[in-house]
């Protein structure tokens, strides 16, 4: 499995930084916000279907369609410290285009009082075989890359653009 890894120093403090990722509704704006390039300008429905919106257990849905092709796919916590770290992972078959299945993560570590490093790790399977295959061989570290940046990208603005 690739497995892509992004950092950033914010200045926030690692708690404040910590509750705008856990939210999965701020973490997966990329895809279920505005359209973008990567996503073709589609954009998906992010539906929590869980009790609970976050911990161990907690479980999402996403649906819609990229360039008229159905994507339904559901991801679940898999691990969870809170304050500090978050895994998530799809379950059952996702209907995905260039990326089988994922894992993915959260770490939150406080360096001072108020600034912390934020680390997203991305660990993909590519389709097994034909077409999708191909495209994921093509695409996905781009894809994967594109994710970790844009979820970097908006936690730093929303952190460092907050007040304290």
């Given at each position: 499995?690739?497995v892509l890894?992004r950092t950033?120093?914010?200045e926030a403090?690692?708690?404040?930084?910590?509750?705008?990722v856990?939210?999965?509704?701020?973490?997966?704006?990329?895809?279920?916000?505005?359209?973008?390039m990567?996503m073709?300008?589609?954009?998906?429905?992010?539906?929590?279907?869980?009790?609970e919106?976050?911990?161990i257990?907690?479980t999402y849905r996403?649906s819609g369609?990229?360039?008229?092709?159905?994507?339904?796919?559901?991801?679940?916590?898999?691990?969870?410290?809170?304050?500090?770290?978050k895994?998530?992972r799809?379950?059952?078959t996702?209907r995905?285009i260039i990326?089988?299945?994922?894992?993915?993560?959260?770490?939150?570590?406080?360096?001072?009082e108020?600034r912390?490093r934020?680390?997203?790790?991305?660990d993909?399977?590519?389709?097994?075989?034909g077409l999708?295959?191909?495209?994921?061989?093509l695409l996905a570290?781009?894809?994967?890359?594109?994710?970790?940046?844009?979820?970097?990208?908006?936690?730093?603005q929303?952190?460092?653009?907050?007040a304290?």
């Amino acid at each position: 499995m690739p497995v892509l890894s992004r950092t950033a120093v914010i200045e926030a403090p690692a708690e404040r930084v910590f509750a705008h990722v856990d939210d999965i509704r701020n973490l997966a704006g990329h895809m279920s916000g505005q359209g973008s390039m990567p996503m073709m300008g589609s954009k998906l429905a992010l539906e929590i279907v869980s009790q609970e919106a976050t911990g161990i257990g907690a479980t999402y849905r996403y649906s819609g369609r990229v360039m008229g092709l159905a994507i339904d796919f559901s991801e679940t916590v898999t691990r969870y410290v809170p304050g500090r770290e978050k895994v998530w992972r799809t379950i059952g078959t996702p209907r995905l285009i260039i990326i089988d299945s994922y894992e993915m993560g959260i770490l939150v570590e406080p360096l001072a009082e108020t600034r912390s490093r934020l680390t997203l790790t991305f660990d993909y399977e590519l389709p097994r075989s034909g077409l999708r295959r191909l495209l994921g061989r093509l695409l996905a570290a781009a894809y994967a890359r594109w994710c970790l940046g844009s979820i970097l990208k908006g936690t730093v603005q929303s952190q460092q653009g907050s007040a304290a």
